[in-house]
């Protein structure tokens, strides 16, 4: 039992003589890419039930959120519509 003391003793000193080495890690943050961002605005409104629950099934498959099918649906809406009416207004 002497003995046992005597090696617990010896570590306490030796805990507060030498301090244990850690390991050094550096953290980098993941870099996902340095595109700017456009500046946003809140945009709200009201669209049937139906069609929230495909946009959310569509969203699921293809891991996409509500956000990004609002802005991609959007944006390819008034590309759209946009070709059209300058064709027509060059032709006037």
Known sequence: M?????????LANKLMKERPATPVQQVLPVRTGTLEK???????????????????AYGVEYDLSLKDINILALEAYLDQKAKPEQTTKKAI
Do not use: H, M, S, T
């Open 38 to 56: 456009a500046p946003e605005v809140q945009f709200n409104n009201w669209i049937p039930k139906a069609l929230l629950k495909r946009v959310k």
């Open 2 to 10: 002497d003995n046992y003391k005597n090696k617990l003793g010896d």
